[in-house]
C-alpha cells in the first residue's frame, strides 16, 4: 500500500515562478489537508477538503491555491513563489470515522525559494 | 479556536530510562481527539498514540502511554524503556470530534535518546 504519495520530494525555485505539488492517496479518504512546516512553528494548515470537489482555507492561505479535481488528488499550487514559502510541506488525508479520525501523512516536499 | 501548547522545546533522556512530554490545550468542547506524532530525522510523520477525550482511560502503545486529564486540559505522553530509534521530534495535536477533521499542532518537543 502506497498510502499518502508526494511529489516531488524537493524542489529549488526562483522568487516570482510557480509549481504545482501533487498529493495522492490510494485509501479512499475523504479528507485531505496540505500543511507547512517551519523550524519552531510546528504544522500549520493551509488549505483542506473534506470530499472531491471542495476545498477551504486553512490557517496559513495566503499565496497559495488547491484543487481538488478527483477524491484521490490534492493540489498546492504556488502562483508566484517568494522566500517565504521556503518550507517542508506535508500533505495528508484522513478517512473520518473509517479510520478513526487518524490523519495519514506523505513523506513532504522540500522547497527552497531563492 | 483550539490552541495546543508544549512547553519543552528540547528534552534529553538515557536509553532505557523513562521520559515523559508534556502538553495542554485550550478548547470549548467537550469531545475531541487528542493524538502524538513522531517525527524522526527521516521527516516522515508517525502517529503514535490516540486519545479520545469521551474515554477516561488513558491510551498505550507498547511503550507509550498518556496520562490524559481532561479537567486540567492536560495530554502527556510518556515513553518507558527509552531507545535510541526514540530519538525524534513529537507533536502534540488536537482534533475536534465532527465537522472537517482539522489537527491543530503544538510546536513539539525534540527528543534525544542517548546512548
Known amino acids: 500500500n502506497a498510502g499518502v504519495t508526494q511529489t516531488p520530494k524537493f524542489r529549488v525555485l526562483k522568487t516570482g515562478q510557480s509549481m504545482t505539488l501533487l498529493c495522492a492517496q490510494d485509501?479512499?479518504?475523504?479528507?485531505m489537508y496540505w500543511y507547512r512546516q517551519d523550524p519552531g512553528m510546528g504544522l500549520r494548515l493551509i488549505h483542506y477538503s473534506v470530499g472531491e470537489g471542495t476545498t477551504a482555507k486553512g490557517e496559513v492561505p495566503d499565496g497559495y491555491n488547491v484543487s481538488r479535481l478527483k477524491k484521490q488528488n490534492f493540489l498546492l499550487g504556488l502562483e508566484s513563489a517568494a522566500p517565504s514559502q521556503t518550507s517542508v510541506y506535508f500533505c495528508?488525508?484522513?478517512?473520518?470515522?473509517?479510520?478513526?479520525?487518524?490523519?495519514?501523512f506523505g513523506a513532504g516536499t522540500r522547497l527552497s525559494v531563492l | 479556536a483550539q490552541t495546543v501548547t508544549q512547553s519543552q522545546p528540547e528534552m534529553s533522556v538515557q536509553e532505557a530510562e523513562t521520559v515523559t512530554l508534556s502538553c495542554t490545550y485550550d478548547?470549548?468542547?467537550?469531545?475531541?481527539?487528542l493524538f502524538w506524532y513522531k517525527q524522526p530525522p527521516s521527516r516522515q510523520m508517525i502517529l503514535v498514540i490516540r486519545q479520545e477525550a469521551y474515554k477516561q482511560q488513558n491510551a498505550t502503545e507498547n511503550r507509550f502511554s498518556v496520562n490524559f486529564q481532561k479537567a486540567a486540559k492536560s495530554f502527556s505522553l510518556k515513553i518507558s524503556d527509552s531507545q535510541l530509534g526514540d530519538t525524534a521530534m513529537y507533536f502534540c495535536?488536537?482534533?475536534?470530534?465532527?465537522?472537517?477533521?482539522?489537527?491543530?499542532f503544538g510546536k513539539g518537543t525534540k527528543l534525544t535518546v542517548n546512548p
Open positions: 485509501m479512499n479518504h475523504e479528507y
Open positions: 495528508a488525508s484522513d478517512g473520518g470515522r473509517t479510520s478513526k479520525n487518524i490523519q495519514y
Open positions: 478548547t470549548s468542547e467537550s469531545n475531541y481527539y
Open positions: 495535536a488536537f482534533m475536534s470530534q465532527g465537522g472537517s477533521e482539522k489537527l491543530v
